[in-house]
């Protein structure tokens, strides 16, 4: 499985960007794809997941009501919408998969099998 993260960038506070996680190799019939965030200095940070099939999601509580993910099981692609950007947002943000994860695991890197690359978001003035 590999997975191509993509559109990151530079945008104004308040502005918004969409991120895009294309999935390609053999993928599992059930699995969930999840966004993750890195700044400078912190922790690796579950972000927002969703499920391929039933659609089950997760959204951190720093970015709930401004981001919004989306999938496309028939393309294998998932998206992260992110509206109302915030300086604290920027980070480079990763993408992953993995099998058998559960909604209480979400937000745990350790739960995917597979990343992709990072792509910086930058929010600044």
């Known amino acids: 499985v590999q997975l191509q993260a993509s559109g990151g960038g530079l945008v104004l506070p308040g502005g918004s960007l969409r991120l895009t996680c294309a999935t390609s190799g053999v993928t599992p019939d059930h699995y969930a794809t999840g966004w993750f965030r890195q700044a400078p200095g912190k922790e690796r940070e579950g972000v927002s997941c969703?499920?391929?099939?039933?659609?089950?999601?997760f959204y951190a509580d720093s970015v709930k009501g401004r981001f919004t993910i989306t999938r496309d099981s028939a393309r294998n692609t998932a998206y992260l919408q992110m509206n109302s950007l915030k300086p604290e947002d920027t980070a480079v943000y990763y993408c992953a998969a993995g099998t058998g994860i559960i909604l209480s695991s979400m937000r745990n890197a350790a739960a995917y099998n597979y990343w992709g690359q990072g792509t910086q978001v930058t929010v600044s003035s």
């Open positions: 969703i499920t391929n099939d039933d659609g089950m999601i």
